[in-house]
């Protein structure tokens, strides 16, 4: 079955890095888009980052263009979010998706001193 394993959350100072991780499986992983959304506290599911099957097309929130940069490695059925110069406004559940549709479970993001 589709499986969509997010890794990599936890807290961090303003400033700071995070790199998250989702571990795919169950699906031809290179044939399909894949996103990062997240939930802030008191706010709707909101679109992040998103890169084509290819690779080579990515796309970013105007919050987090020039600090987030997500990437995927087809060879290891993997996504990635590499998040620099946090802010606390980045806090929240972030979440795979793959373009099936399928979401993963989330990993929490608090970014606070």
């Known amino acids: 079955q589709v499986q969509l394993v997010e890794s990599g959350g936890g807290l961090v100072q303003p400033g700071g890095s995070l790199r998250l991780s989702c571990a795919a499986s169950g699906f031809t992983f290179s044939s399909y888009a894949m996103s990062w959304y997240r939930r802030s506290p008191g706010k709707e599911r909101e679109p992040v980052a998103s890169i084509r099957s290819s690779g080579r097309t990515t796309s970013y929130a105007d919050s987090v263009k020039g600090r987030f940069t997500i990437s995927r490695d087809n060879a290891k059925n993997t996504v990635y979010l590499q998040m620099n110069s946090l802010k606390p406004e980045d806090t929240g559940v972030y979440y795979c998706?793959?373009?099936?549709?399928?979401w993963g479970q989330g990993t929490q993001v608090t970014v606070s001193s």
């Open positions: 998706y793959a373009d099936i549709p399928y």
